[in-house]
């Protein structure tokens, strides 16, 4: 029998791992509880990073339905769960990471995909999701204006004919 105390952790993370949409592995050997406390800040409001038992992280994987983090739960875990932007956890991950050599990026998960630690860092290169949609919306509307300009040629063109037949007529009668 299950202790009453694993069995709510369990519960807990398979809850935590059907919340979020992304989860990121890693080791934390030879981390302090001040780096610790440091890298939950440079997560942001959209990751919670917490300390997990591989046994017990397995088990609660398997419940929420994901099966390919089994490889990367040994040694010392932790696991980011990421409800928003996974791009800018990606980033406070690897950023730190720079900084802490004791901190290794295993591996995670995306949507269900199964991401290695090289996936994490090219999610981590890419800009968050706020510039991209403002990149899209300038592309969108430079493409607007620039078809605007194009059914508005012949009009413009056809005016200015009109005008230069006009100023022509007008000098041709004023002789």
């Known amino acids: 029998m299950a202790s009453p105390d694993k069995v709510d952790a369990v519960e807990e993370i398979t809850d935590k791992f059907r919340n979020s949409n992304a989860a990121v592995v890693t080791a934390y050997?030879?981390?302090?509880?001040?780096?610790?406390k440091?890298?939950?800040?440079?997560?942001?409001?959209n990751a919670q990073y917490r300390v997990v038992k591989?046994?017990?992280?397995?088990i609660a994987a398997q419940e929420a339905g994901i099966s390919v983090?089994?490889?990367?739960l040994v040694g010392s875990t932790a696991v980011a769960f990421v409800?928003?932007?996974?791009?800018?956890?990606?980033?406070?991950?690897?950023d730190f990471a720079k900084e802490n050599q004791n901190l290794v990026i295993k591996g995670g998960v995306f949507e269900g995909k199964a991401l290695s630690a090289d996936d994490i860092k090219k999610l981590a290169d890419l800009e968050s999701r706020e510039v991209l949609l403002a990149k899209l919306a300038g592309g969108m509307k430079a493409s607007m204006a620039k078809a605007a300009a194009?059914?508005?040629a012949p009009l413009t063109k056809f005016a200015r004919t009109a005008d230069a037949l006009r100023s022509k007529a007008e000098q041709g009668g004023a002789e």
């Open 29 to 36: 050997t030879g981390l302090s509880v001040a780096q610790l």
């Open 69 to 72: 983090l089994d490889e990367h």
């Open 83 to 94: 409800t928003g932007d996974p791009v800018e956890a990606a980033k406070g991950l690897r």
């Open 150 to 152: 194009t059914f508005q």
């Open 54 to 58: 591989n046994t017990l992280t397995k």
């Open 38 to 45: 440091q890298l939950r800040r440079s997560l942001g409001d």
